[in-house]
C-alpha cells in the first residue's frame, strides 16, 4: 500500500476530534436548554456537522457559529490519532508527499501547528479555497494539476464516506480509515494509520 502521494483528511482520520466536537456540540444545545444524548451528537458528526445542525439545532438562530467558537476552544490542545505524526514522517522519509484537504478554514494551519505536524505538509486546501465540498473532487483535482501528481500514485484517505467518493471520482485509490468498520467502496480499509505505511 504505498503510494507518493497522499491526500489527507483532517477530522476523524488525523485528528481525534469528534469526541471534542460532541463535546462542544452538547455544551451549546445545552446553554439553549436543549438536551441530547451523547452518542447520538457523536454519531450525527460522523456524517457531517451540517447533519447534525439539522438534526437537532435547525430551529436555534446562529447555532452554527457558536458551536465552531466553541469547538475552537476545544481544538486548542489537539489530539491525534495514535501513529499520526509517525506515518506522516515515514512518507516524507520515503521521498513521498502529504497534502490536506479540510471543511475547515485556515483555523486548520493552527490545530496543524499545535498538533506539530504542519512541517510534514506541501500544501494544506482549507475551506478558504473556495472549492466545492467532498465528494465533490475540485479540491483533489487541484492538487493533481497543481503538483503535476500521477493519480496511480495518490491515494486520498479519509474516515467518511464523502472521503471515499471524492478520491474515486478524482480517479484516485482511496483508503477508509475507522477503528471499527470497513467501506466496501475504498480500494484499502485501515484500522489503524500505522497500516497506511
Known amino acids: 500500500m504505498i503510494y507518493k502521494n497522499y491526500i489527507w483528511d483532517l477530522g476523524g482520520t488525523l485528528l481525534n476530534n469528534y469526541e471534542a ?10 446553554r439553549h436548554g436543549v438536551v441530547c ?51 506522516l514522517g515515514k512518507i516524507i522519509e520515503a521521498g513521498g508527499k502529504n497534502f490536506m484537504i479540510s471543511h475547515r478554514d485556515k483555523q486548520v494551519l493552527s490545530i496543524l501547528e499545535n498538533a506539530e505536524i504542519v512541517q510534514y505538509f506541501s500544501e494544506v486546501v482549507t475551506s478558504d479555497n473556495k ?53 466496501q467502496q475504498a480500494t484499502y480499509s485501515i484500522h489503524s494509520l500505522r497500516e497506511v505505511f
Request: glycine share 4%.
Open 131 to 183: 472549492f466545492p465540498r467532498k465528494p465533490k473532487p475540485d479540491s483533489i483535482n487541484y492538487l493533481l494539476e497543481k503538483y503535476k501528481l500521477d493519480k496511480h500514485e495518490t491515494v486520498m484517505i479519509g474516515d467518511r464516506e464523502i472521503d471515499i467518493e471524492a478520491g474515486k471520482s478524482a480517479g484516485s485509490d482511496t483508503i477508509f480509515f475507522d477503528s471499527l468498520i470497513e467501506n
Open 21 to 30: 466536537s460532541t463535546h462542544a456540540f452538547v455544551t451549546v444545545l445545552f
Open 37 to 87: 444524548l451523547h452518542d447520538e451528537i457523536y454519531a450525527a458528526l460522523k456524517i457531517s456537522t451540517a447533519y447534525a445542525v439539522e438534526q437537532f439545532a435547525s430551529n436555534i438562530p446562529d447555532f452554527l457559529a457558536e458551536y465552531k467558537k466553541q469547538e475552537a476552544v476545544s481544538l486548542e490542545k489537539p489530539i491525534l490519532f495514535d501513529g499520526a505524526k509517525e506515518t
